[in-house]
């Protein structure tokens, strides 16, 4: 059973700036707690501070908040990618990722070499691989792009490719960022239908949006982040409520 849990979870970056004193003012200025020297004494930004939720299989959760409130960092720390400065998080679960198209991806590879290399690194045979490059391609839609390298793909393509390759895996819990649903019409409607399948069965749903129309077509909850902190925690209904279809700050 999949599951996410975090406790009193905490992400901090260090602040490398030519002038930091100033950006530190200003940044203190708008955002008086969100600043602090680390024990090394280098300031640090505090992207998330002190989270704590448990995600349950056969949940599909939305983060919202404004722009700088954590959400894209959240997705990338229950990937594995940051590492927690405080606190616990356990993940249970293989993960589908899709928050960087070009993560995990190797530029001077074909799409093709990219996914028969996936399938290996996921313990799958060669053959199986090459299957699954055949599935992705039809899906894909990439023609004879998937044979050569994607150093040579447009982001479009980019998107396509790993939506593809991320939901053919069918992951347990799926990470996204919500640029991957915003693709040509086309190739939405299909994705559309793969995603349906993929949350149905796959059990857990991560996405950070500020669409309101997709938290309310996808999730069953959502939880605000502002500020790094959660500000809120519900269903959809609750922390929406009637909020226009999106939320203004993009
Ligand atoms: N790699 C990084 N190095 C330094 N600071 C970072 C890094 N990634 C994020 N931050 C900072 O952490 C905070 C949270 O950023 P994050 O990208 O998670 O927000 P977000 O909610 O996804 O925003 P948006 O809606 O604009 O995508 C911001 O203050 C950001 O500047």
Known sequence: MALIEAAGLAIEFPLYHHNARSLKQRILAS??????KDEDNRIVVAALRDLSFTIRSGERVALVGPNGAGKTTLL??????????????????EIGSLIDPAAGMDSLLTGRENV?????????TEAAGRALAEEVAGFAGLGDFLDMPIRGYSAGMNVRLAFAMATAMT???????EWFLAGDAE???????????????????????HDNAIVRK?????????GGRITADGTVA???GEAPASDGVD
């Not at 955002?31 to 602090?36: A, D, E, I, K």
């Not at 347990?172 to 960022?177: F, G, K, N, V």
């Open 116 to 124: 028969v290399l996936r399938a290996l690194y996921r313990g799958m």
């Open 238 to 240: 609750e922390i929406l």
């Open 76 to 93: 990338r720390t229950v990937a594995g990618i940051y590492e927690p400065v405080a606190g616990q998080l356990s993940v249970t679960g």
């Open 187 to 209: 190739f939405m409607t299909k994705a559309e239908e793969r995603l349906a399948r993929l949350v149905t069965d796959a059990e857990i749903l991560l996405i950070a949006t």
């Open 31 to 36: 955002s008086p707690l969100r600043l602090r």
């Open 218 to 226: 996808w999730c069953t909850r959502a939880i605000r982040l502002e």
């Open 171 to 177: 992951p347990e819990i799926l990470l996204m960022d």
